[in-house]
Antibody, heavy 121, light 113 residues
Framework: QVQLVQSGAEVKKPGSSVTVSCKGS????????IAWVRQAPGQGLEWMGV????????DYAPKFKHRVTISTDDSATTAYMELSSLRPEDTGVYYC??????????????WGQGTLVTVSS | DIVMTQSPESLTVSLGERATINCKSS????????????LAWYQQKPGQPPKLLIY???TRESGVPDRFSGSGSGTDFTLTITSLQAEDVAVYYC?????????FGQGTKLEIK
C-alpha cells in the first residue's frame, strides 16, 4: 500500500506562497485520488481540492479555487499543493490524503503526517 | 455545495457505555444507480491525522473494531460506538463524497465521563 510522506513545516510572510509536497512511498500515486485538507488551529477539517493523475482530473473547492494549485510530478510519485497570496488565517496543518480508485475515490484511506504552515509577519 | 452538520458538538460518555454521533447533509447523498450513500466517518486523535473508520455510510474499514458502526441513508446518518473504550477519546468527523467540494462536518469531540 502506498503511504504518504509530507514535507516539513514552513513559516511564510503574508502575501507570499507556499508549496507542500506529498511523496508516495512504496509506489506511484498515478491511479489514486490525492486530496488536500486543511485544519486551522483547534478547528475542523476543510477540503481544498483533489487530483486524479491517471484521469488528468483536478477539482478545487470554490473557496480556494483562485489561490491553490494541485499537481504531481511527471512520474506521479509526488503530489504538490501550492497556496498563494497567503494570509494569517491560512495558518494551519495541511494534509494530503489518498483515496482509492474509481468509485472509491472520494473517501481517504491513508493520510500524510501533516505539514504545519505558519503565516506571520 | 453540500453542508454537513454534526450533533452534538461534544459528548461525554462513561466507559463501557454507548456513544452516538449524528450527521445530517443539506441534500441527499444517496446515489440511486448503485444504491450507495456517499458518506464516510473519520476519527482524529490529538496530534494525529484523521483515520478512516467507515465508508459507504456503513462499511467498516479493515482493522477498525466492530464496536464502531455506521447507519443511515439519504440525509441522516449515525456513528455508534458501543462499549466505549478509553482509546476512543477523539474528535469524529463525517464527510460526504457525493459531490465536490467533498465537505466535512464540524466535528464531534468525544470524552470519557
Amino acid at each position: 500500500q502506498v503511504q504518504l510522506v509530507q514535507s516539513g513545516a514552513e513559516v511564510k510572510k503574508p502575501g507570499s506562497s507556499v508549496t507542500v509536497s506529498c511523496k508516495g512511498s512504496g509506489g506511484t500515486l498515478r491511479r489514486y485520488a490525492i486530496a488536500w485538507v486543511r485544519q486551522a488551529p483547534g478547528q475542523g477539517l476543510e477540503w481544498m481540492g483533489v487530483i486524479i493523475p491517471i484521469l488528468q482530473s483536478l477539482d478545487y473547492a470554490p473557496k480556494f479555487k483562485h489561490r491553490v494549485t494541485i499537481s504531481t510530478d511527471d512520474s506521479a510519485t509526488t503530489a504538490y499543493m501550492e497556496l498563494s497570496s497567503l494570509r494569517p488565517e491560512d495558518t494551519g496543518v495541511y494534509y494530503c490524503a489518498r483515496a482509492g480508485s474509481g468509485d472509491s475515490s472520494g473517501f481517504y484511506v491513508a493520510w500524510g503526517q501533516g505539514t504545519l504552515v505558519t503565516v506571520s509577519s | 455545495d453540500i453542508v454537513m452538520t454534526q450533533s452534538p458538538e461534544s459528548l461525554t460518555v462513561s466507559l463501557g457505555e454507548r456513544a452516538t454521533i449524528n450527521c445530517k447533509s443539506s441534500q441527499s447523498i444517496f446515489y440511486n444507480s448503485n444504491s450507495r450513500n456517499y458518506l464516510a466517518w473519520y476519527q482524529q486523535k490529538p496530534g494525529q491525522p484523521p483515520k478512516l473508520l467507515i465508508y459507504w455510510a456503513s462499511t467498516r474499514e479493515s482493522g477498525v473494531p466492530d464496536r464502531f458502526s455506521g447507519s443511515g441513508s439519504g440525509t441522516d446518518f449515525t456513528l455508534t460506538i458501543t462499549s466505549l473504550q478509553a482509546e476512543d477519546v477523539a474528535v469524529y468527523y463525517c464527510q460526504q463524497y457525493y459531490s465536490a467540494p467533498y465537505s466535512f462536518g464540524q466535528g464531534t469531540k468525544l470524552e470519557i465521563k
